[in-house]
């Protein structure tokens, strides 16, 4: 692996080097000497390119079998130095100098075959120090010891070599990580937008103001905890006038919440077309839920029906926190007559309905658990008795800046505290005068 | 949260300790469910899953989905399902969403334990 790779190196220097010179080839053809050269060493080339060009195990092979001869060969000229070696071991040493300087002098003519601009590669590094390491054997016989050390200078060369390898992962690598870094965040971004723009559909579909034919003062709010809500509340205007209300909170949130918040909404809103009592919608609508439910989601819908013309107000609740009612005279009653469970969890379940008349002056305040759990740095909730008291304290404050009060308390309470739910408020004040 | 696991004769015991929100409920879910299945696979040996909620402070929606979703699965494999030992504020959640009707809650260890290995039917109440 590691030779392989040593090996493609080689080839990058070689390349290099010819990179440092673009054109060349082309502005002063190589002498005719060295075409000569070229034209008779066909089969050599073809050697040189399968042992220090092409990768694969042959020019692993090679590449080992160099660093190994260059730690004999220098192994070799330590032991030299002893003195009064036998005379067989000074025999063995000079046939094993010889082999060495012919296998590198070999070595030497293939990279300057293998190399594309040969001039170029003699006078690189690399080919200066390949030449060092056998020229004083060559040059001067075989008894120049200390010219033979530079031999060493191979082992720099390899050195070398595993830096610019070295290098050019660390590059490639970077490279690398900077094009999945930014494909990552093209990703992200791409998914923001469409949670960002499937969050604005969300909000759209939702009722922006109080229907006012009613004559009710009429406000609602909803901030969410992530991108995609599993709150919502409706304002439906019913045939006979009246007019229903809706809050309800799906199981968690993201995605697969506001589906199943989507389906719910549109279920109830059909079903209540046709039916009178708020009990039988919600009924109806659970059953709608369950049958298309893969992901046990369920959701919890406090669903009642106000007669803007006599105060009267029906309701029925599926599992979610009782609203509020605070009356003109100052008391609040909880709206917390039995209700049923869950919506979307067991297709029988009944919601039974009750009755509660409201008196000129009153408001009615639903809301969703995001508020009454809202948490703050030191894990504290909010607390419905928090909200109880900011009731009690909001005079005769309309629908709106109620709801904007409450909101700034909540915010106020949480501090620095991440919002971990979706918070949906909602206050219908009833006057007919 | 904390989740632990305590075999006693019939029955395995999950301890949950802390807040069950959006985030600690599917990790949860995968506990109790690893639960169910090794109580399936047990056979006989183990009858019923309690899980006990002394410590447990705190119960999103999400977190009632993880009890909705191994009532189910409890159900699939014919064990009985049931919670015991409920905080205040926690037993309101459940009244709240209709789930006290649907999942057996018990006032604690000893009478759920007891309700077990007295029952011969897999749905508890």
């Not at chain 1, 010889?98 to 003519?109: P, R, T």
């Not at chain 1, 494909?183 to 006012?212: G, M, S």
Request: hydrophobic content about 50%; overall charge negative.
């Amino acid at each position: 692996m590691r030779g392989s790779r040593a090996g493609s190196a080689v080839q990058e220097i070689q390349d290099s080097t010819q990179e440092s010179q673009p054109g060349a080839e082309l502005l002063s053809p190589p002498p005719a000497a060295l075409r000569a050269f070229d034209g008779l060493t066909a089969p050599v080339k073809r050697l040189a390119e399968l042992l220090l060009v092409r990768p694969g195990p042959w020019s692993r092979a090679f590449e080992n079998l160099i660093v190994a001869l260059i730690v004999v060969s220098i192994a070799s000229i330590g032991v030299g130095a002893i003195p009064g070696l036998p005379e067989w071991a000074l025999v063995a040493l000079r046939i094993e100098e010889i082999g060495v300087v012919a296998f590198f002098s070999f070595e030497y003519l293939l990279r300057i075959v293998a190399a594309r601009k040969k001039l170029a590669f003699i006078f690189s590094f690399a080919g200066i120090v390949d030449f060092l390491a056998i020229a004083p054997s060559l040059l001067t016989g075989f008894d120049t010891r200390w010219l033979r050390t530079l031999r060493l200078l191979r082992l720099l060369r390899l050195l070398k070599l595993q830096t610019h390898y070295l290098e050019a992962t660390v590059t490639e690598r970077t490279r690398e990580l900077a094009a999945k870094n930014l494909a990552l965040e093209q990703a992200h971004a791409q998914i923001q937008a469409e949670l960002d723009a499937a969050h604005a559909v969300q909000v759209a579909i939702l009722p922006a103001r109080f229907p006012a034919r009613t004559g009710c003062d009429g406000a609602a709010r909803m901030i969410s905890a992530a991108s995609m809500c599993g709150d919502f509340y409706d304002f439906i205007e019913l045939v006979d006038g009246r007019v229903g209300l809706v809050i309800a909170d799906v199981s968690g949130h993201g995605v697969p919440a506001a589906f199943f918040m989507a389906v719910a909404r549109t279920s109830l809103r059909d079903v209540a077309a046709h039916h009178a009592e708020p009990g039988a919608c919600l009924a109806q609508t659970n059953q709608a839920l369950c049958a298309q439910n893969p992901m046990d989601l369920f959701v919890t819908v406090f669903y009642c029906v106000l007669d803007p013309r006599t105060g009267v107000l029906r309701y029925a609740n599926g599992g979610h926190n009782p609203p509020y009612l605070l009356r003109a005279d100052g008391t609040i009653d909880a709206l917390d007559g039995q209700g049923g469970l869950v919506l979307g969890v067991m297709p029988e379940a009944e919601f039974p309905d009750h009755t509660v008349e409201l008196h000129a002056g009153d408001r009615l305040v639903l809301y969703t658990d995001g508020l009454t759990e809202a948490f703050n740095a030191a894990n504290e909730a909010y607390g419905p008795e928090r909200l109880i008291a900011q009731l009690r304290a909001s005079g005769e404050l309309a629908a709106a800046p109620l709801i904007e009060r409450i909101c700034a308390s909540v915010k106020e309470f949480s501090g620095s505290a991440a919002q971990s739910d979706d918070i949906t408020l909602t206050v219908i004040g009833w006057d007919p005068r | 949260m904390k989740v632990r696991l305590e075999k006693v004769p019939h029955a395995t015991l999950v301890i949950a300790e802390g807040r069950l929100d959006f985030g600690a409920a599917p990790a949860f879910q995968k506990e109790l469910e690893q639960a169910v299945t090794a109580a399936h696979a047990a056979g006989g040996q183990v009858k019923a899953l309690i899980v006990d909620c002394a410590a447990l402070d705190y119960v999103s929606s999400a977190g009632l989905r993880s009890f909705l979703q191994a009532a189910r699965a409890s159900q699939r494999a014919g064990v009985v399902f049931a919670l015991s030992t409920l905080q205040p504020a926690v037993r309101e959640v459940f009244d709240l969403s209709g789930f006290s009707r649907m999942i057996p809650i018990h006032a604690d260890r000893t009478a759920a334990l007891a309700r077990i290995s007295s029952a011969k039917s897999p749905d508890g109440q």
